[in-house]
């Protein structure tokens, strides 16, 4: 199986969140767009992550997609942890979209997305996100996840921070039926 996963090379994003003044990002590597009508895009978060913590009470997740010359990006998002009180957007152009998540200034693409369920998936939990806004961004190409690269992914949660999976699904049935199934933004 691993041969097959290594093959697959999905692109590395960086998924935003924010409650309150509270902001929190992170590389992921497993997303996808799971339904077309409505249309619907998954993200998986570690609950090891301390995005996923504030994820899991948040409303909105942002979502970019790197450019190939983003690598700088990882370092930032993916080798830094909010656990031990770095602020990941001190060193980087963003600003506050129309969900409230941190919107970054430089990436190939990206999109805000209202959390409309959280499924235990095993070792990550998963966001299934409505589009709200999006948009194109100014880098090229796609920035994937290298399987011989030397990215260590997942950085665990500092002392004192309660991991969450012991937290039941969340589903909200009546915001999923509210959508409209055939009117997806306009990006």
């Not at 949660?157 to 309660?162: K, Q």
């Amino acid at each position: 199986m691993q041969v097959f996963l290594n093959r697959l090379r999905p692109p590395l994003l960086v998924v935003t969140t924010a409650l309150g003044e509270e902001r929190s990002g992170c590389i992921v590597g497993f997303s996808a767009q799971c339904s077309t009508d409505p249309l619907r895009y998954l993200v998986c978060l570690s609950p090891e992550n301390h995005t996923f913590a504030v994820a899991h009470r948040a409303e909105a997740l942002g979502v970019h997609l790197l450019g190939e010359d983003q690598r700088d990006l990882v370092a930032i998002f993916g080798e830094e942890t909010s656990d031990q009180r770095v602020d990941k957007f001190a060193t980087v152009s963003w600003r506050r979209g129309e969900t409230g998540v941190p919107v970054l200034a430089d990436c190939a693409a990206w999109f805000e997305g209202a959390i409309a369920a959280q499924i235990d998936l095993g070792d990550h939990v998963g966001f299934v996100l409505r589009p709200v806004v999006g948009g194109p961004g100014d880098h090229s190409g796609v920035l994937r996840f290298d399987p011989d690269g030397d990215y260590q992914p997942g950085h665990p949660l500092a002392e004192g921070i309660e991991r969450r999976r012991d937290a039941p699904d969340r589903v909200d049935e009546a915001e999923l039926e509210s959508f409209p199934a055939s009117d997806p933004p306009a990006y």
